[in-house]
Nanobody, 115 residues
């Protein structure tokens, strides 16, 4: 079964950190570009960060540069998103995405930043 399962979300105070994980199964993970998207209430889903299949190249949306770090472990079929210095505007459902000849989405994990 092809799937992505995110974990690691939660409620955190401004300035805090979280590490999101996305475990892949059912497909050749190491051949896929992996990305994290997020969708805040009332807003469109936006691309936050992506990483190439080998992990050699990463890209970030400007609003998260310097605070978010995407990484992957192809041996564990897992992609991570380290989020530091969280801000209330980071509140959203975070989705994992795998892209190659097809696209796979996870179910999302909620991140809420509030004091």
């Amino acid at each position: 079964q092809v799937q992505l399962v995110e974990s690691g979300g939660g409620l955190v105070q401004p300035g805090g950190s979280l590490r999101l994980s996305c475990a892949a199964s059912g497909f050749a993970f190491s051949g896929y570009v992996m990305s994290w998207y997020r969708q805040a209430p009332g807003k469109e889903r936006e691309l936050v960060a992506s990483i190439t299949s080998s992990g050699g190249i990463t890209n970030y949306v400007d609003s998260v540069k310097g605070r978010f770090t995407i990484s992957r472990d192809n041996a564990k079929n897992t992609v991570y998103l380290q989020i530091n210095n969280l801000k209330p505007e980071d509140t959203a459902v975070y989705y994992c995405n795998a892209r190659s000849w097809r696209t796979v989405w996870g179910q999302g994990t909620q991140v809420t930043v509030s004091s």
